[in-house]
Antibody, heavy 118, light 107 residues
Framework: QITLKESGPTLVKPTQTLTLTCTFSGFSLSTSGVGVGWIRQPPGKALEWLALIYWHDEKHYSPSLRSKLTITKDTSENQVVLTMTNINPVDTATYYC??????????WGQGTLVTVSS | DIQMTQSPSSVSASVGDRVTITCRAS??????LAWYQQKPGKAPKLLIYAASSLQSGVPSRFSGSGSGTDFTVTISNLQPEDFGIYYCQQAYNYPYTFGQGTKLEIK
């Protein structure tokens, strides 16, 4: 079955770079049509889509965060990495990675809470 | 960006009731819409995709309809486990966008 799990720091200082890793199983990012996305959710707020990477390395980003985000994949390790630069307190959120199926996210990781504070 | 607006923002209903939540897109998105349910402390769960297709394993009391700009998810015969926050998401173009959520409480 498909599973995903996010990992990374729980506390980050303002202006630092956040690196989150999504480790998945049950599918391959070398298979045509497959994609993995990142979505975040500030405490008590709505979901916000951040980025998406496809099997053929096509990438898409939220325009409002485009300058801060980089998404990459390591097909051999079954991992997708999201990097966010110059992080600040408004980036405090639970970050989810999810398997994309036809534009929708059918499998999600458990999420990882990242707090940005000095 | 396509803005997704849900209504109501919250609803309270009794077990056995029929509940409908609406999502409106700021421009036409054909049928590129999904509905998710999220419970406290948990990841969202895909319920409906392509506006009206039921995700595998989701009870048949959930149904979706709509196309273009107006969409609904309906829960028939509401059950205690249906509480949570419901989100719509458009997949018509990038950036994907979510609605602000509708909180469903069971009376």
């Amino acid at each position: 079955q498909i599973t995903l799990k996010e990992s990374g720091p729980t506390l980050v200082k303002p202006t630092q770079t956040l690196t989150l890793t999504c480790t998945f199983s049950g599918f391959s990012l070398s298979t045509s049509g497959v994609g993995v996305g990142w979505i975040r959710q500030p405490p008590g707020k709505a979901l916000e889509w951040l980025a998406l990477i496809y099997w053929h390395d096509e990438k898409h980003y939220s325009p409002s965060l485009r300058s801060k985000l980089t998404i990459t994949k390591d097909t051999s390790e079954n991992q997708v990495v999201l990097t966010m630069t110059n992080i600040n307190p408004v980036d405090t959120a639970t970050y989810y990675c999810a398997h994309r199926h036809g534009g929708y996210f059918d499998y999600w990781g458990q999420g990882t809470l990242v707090t940005v504070s000095s | 960006d396509i803005q997704m607006t849900q209504s109501p923002s919250s609803v309270s209903a009794s077990v056995g009731d029929r509940v409908t939540i609406t999502c409106r897109a700021s421009q036409g998105i054909s049928s590129w819409l999904a509905w998710y349910q999220q419970k406290p402390g948990k990841a969202p769960k895909l319920l409906i995709y392509a506006a009206s297709s039921l995700q595998s394993g989701v009870p048949s009391r959930f149904s979706g309809s709509g196309s273009g700009t107006d969409f609904t998810v309906t829960i028939s015969n509401l059950q205690p486990e249906d509480f949570g926050i419901y989100y719509c998401q458009q997949a018509y173009n990038y950036p994907y966008t979510f609605g602000q959520g509708t909180k469903l409480e069971i009376k």
